[in-house]
């Protein structure tokens, strides 16, 4: 029961901005639909625009590329797609405060879903997928049922074999929908319910982390860690030349202070040494131990 049970393998992955207070940031949303043509993507999409509370928006790739079979392999193609890229890019920069846009295109490579989500990366936005699974023979029936935009026979069964379900790490926020094959107020009505509050849970989710991001908030945090160390390093090396000066008068061995600073100087030289599990103090004092005595 509940909006879970739609979801494909559904994990929650906890991966959040630090130091980012994730109830101030207005959410923005990336949404690839995923299916072979005519299953129903454009109507669902639609519909949805119109009976959402939230702002909604729509870059349908069709509308900025042409056409023509095979084109998949032409730089014009590639360009084109790029363009659209650009286009999200742009809207997303120029909104302010919540937003999900749902991109209508096939998507049937896992390579340009991959673009969208880099995009999503670099942008702090949430990324999901709807697939719509159906069969070959559907796509083509529909397709023929259509009132205009018809797709090809060849290039509806060129993409049902060259399909790629989405079942990667990064492809965790995925809702599977029946495709539309009955066009009754009902069916569209239940795909909307279903589809709006996974938008709704996507909405309350983290954003994705750009890897470039990551590494660098794990270079800052080693920094600061390096500096904690060696700081408390040096606190303690301090108290033990402190001590040791005081143990050598009662014990009457005299040595010039210069040698003390030296054993120290070495002894922190040494701290990168140290293993984790290591106890800190204990290698700091065997070490500027050694290099007094040395």
């Not at 079979?69 to 730089?75: A, F, R, T, V």
């Not at 379900?165 to 965790?172: A, K, L």
């Not at 009955?182 to 989710?205: G, N, P």
Request: aromatic fraction near 8%; charge should be negative; hydrophobic fraction near 35%.
């Amino acid at each position: 029961s509940g909006i879970n049970a739609e979801y494909v393998e559904f994990k929650t992955y906890q991966h959040y901005f630090k130091r980012i207070n994730l109830s101030d940031v207005m959410t923005k949303v990336l949404i690839c639909l995923v299916g072979l043509p005519a299953v129903g993507k454009t109507i669902l999409t639609n519909e949805l625009q119109s009976s959402s509370s939230i702002p909604i928006e729509c870059v349908c790739y069709d509308d900025h590329i042409p056409r023509i079979d095979h084109m998949e392999n032409s730089n014009g193609w590639a360009d084109a797609r790029r363009k659209v890229n650009e286009l999200i890019v742009s809207q997303l920069t120029s909104r302010e405060g919540e937003l999900i846009m749902i991109l209508d295109d096939n998507f049937y490579l896992r390579g340009m879903r991959k673009e969208i989500y880099h995009i999503a990366q670099a942008h702090g936005c949430v990324f999901g997928q709807v697939y719509f699974p159906a069969s070959v023979e559907l796509a083509m029936y529909s397709n023929q049922c259509r009132e205009d935009s018809h797709v090809t026979m060849e290039t509806i069964a060129r993409m049902s074999k060259t399909i790629e379900i989405p079942s990667e790490p990064w492809e965790r926020h995925l809702l599977k929908i029946d495709p539309i094959s009955a066009f009754s107020a009902e069916t569209t009505s239940l795909r909307v319910k279903r589809v709006s509050e996974f938008l709704q849970f996507l909405l309350s989710q983290p954003p994705e982390v750009d890897p470039a991001l990551r590494e660098r908030e794990r270079d800052d945090d080693r920094a600061r860690c390096r500096d904690s160390e060696k700081h408390q390093s040096e606190l303690f090396l301090r108290r033990l030349v402190k001590d040791t000066i005081a143990k050598d008068r009662r014990e009457g061995v005299k040595r010039d202070y210069s040698v003390y600073a030296l054993a120290k100087s070495r002894a922190l030289a040494e701290v990168v040494s140290i293993e984790a599990g290591q106890d800190l103090h204990s290698c700091l004092q065997t070490y500027f131990l050694s290099h007094l005595s040395s």
